[in-house]
């Protein structure tokens, strides 16, 4: 087992999904934040391992590599951070694919509403991604600031991108249970990111959490700044019961949010555990 260095941030998003920073300039910011081990999770990729992997030794930085798997219950998006996949996974890289396109077509409709009210392009959109990146809101939030239509993402979040403001539409996404099943069957190590961001009441309901774990669900991501305190009492409980490790980090998306390096930490231990529970990658050492 590799001795991990802390801080250990297990949640960062680069410009191969919705983060403003390349894989490299994210290690490199890493690396100046005093981060010792970080995990890149791009939403539905594993295009940013090999630039980040490429400065693990210059930055001192251990790298996790991971994603960040985009799930649906009905008209809620759930987040699996998925840990030490193999890239290679067929059935992982076929559905990630479809999830990617999805996205796209899905954000081409978003745009079409929005073009109906507003001075805004797909073109507009594409300027603000990098080639072959996994397309999001946050985009479209980068290209409605370049218009002069919103100060910043968050602004944009608030009005035109809210789900109230009559643009939204949701994306293709497998339920969480299939998700947590193409983790494990690339070798993965599921964890399920924020899971209170909207509250105890709507923690994911125990029977349902149960099911999860059954097919291999090995922690919560507890200690993440968007998770109400009342929440997070929840899931601790929750954690208990089923022997689930309890996971914290930041989710860094570069200048896209205003979330910082370590915030959030995970202790070296369940870091450990979660390494020792994978066998599709491995971490890579400075
Ligand atoms: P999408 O997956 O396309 O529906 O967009 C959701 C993504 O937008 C999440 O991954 C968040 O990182 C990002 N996001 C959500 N709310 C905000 C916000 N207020 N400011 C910046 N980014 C946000
Ligand atoms: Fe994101
Ligand atoms: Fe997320
Ligand atoms: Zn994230």
Do not use: C
Not at 9 to 20: C, E, F, I, K
Not at 39 to 53: F, I, N
Not at 97 to 125: F, K, N, P, Q
Not at 179 to 190: E, H, S, T, W, Y
Request: aromatic residues 6%.
């Amino acid at each position: 087992m590799p001795v991990f260095t802390g801080p250990i941030d297990l949640h960062t998003h680069s410009s191969v999904s919705d983060g403003t920073e390349t894989p490299a300039q994210l290690m490199r910011s890493a690396a100046a934040a005093g981060m010792g081990t970080v995990a890149l999770t791009d939403h539905d990729s594993t295009a940013g391992w090999p630039e980040a992997a490429g400065v693990v030794a210059e930055t001192g930085v251990a790298l996790i590599p991971g994603m960040e798997l985009s799930t649906r219950v009905q008209f809620a998006s759930v987040h699996m951070l998925a840990y030490l996949v193999d890239p290679t996974d067929a059935a992982l890289l076929a559905e990630t694919e479809r999830i990617r396109a999805g996205r796209l077509s899905r954000a081409e409709e978003i745009v079409r509403r929005i073009a109906r009210d507003y001075d805004l392009t797909w073109d507009d959109v594409l300027a603000q991604t990098t080639p072959d990146a996994t397309v999001g809101r946050p985009h479209i939030a980068d290209a409605l600031v370049a218009r002069g239509l919103a100060t910043d993402r968050s602004a944009a979040f608030a009005g035109i991108l809210h789900w109230r403001a009559g643009y939204y539409q949701p994306h293709y996404a497998p339920d969480p249970l299939t998700g947590v099943r193409l983790i494990r069957g690339a070798g993965g190590v599921p964890v399920l990111a924020h899971p209170g961001t909207r509250g105890a009441e709507s923690v994911i309901p125990v029977q349902r959490l149960k099911a999860l774990v059954d097919a291999g669900l090995f922690g919560l991501e507890i200690d993440h700044r968007e998770n109400t305190p009342d929440a997070r009492e929840r899931l601790h409980v929750l954690a208990r019961r089923f022997d689930l490790v309890v996971t914290g980090s930041s989710d860094y998306h570069g200048e896209g949010k205003p979330n910082r390096f370590g915030e959030h930490t995970t202790d070296p231990a369940v870091l450990e555990r979660i390494v020792a529970e994978a066998t599709g990658a491995s971490p890579v050492m400075p």
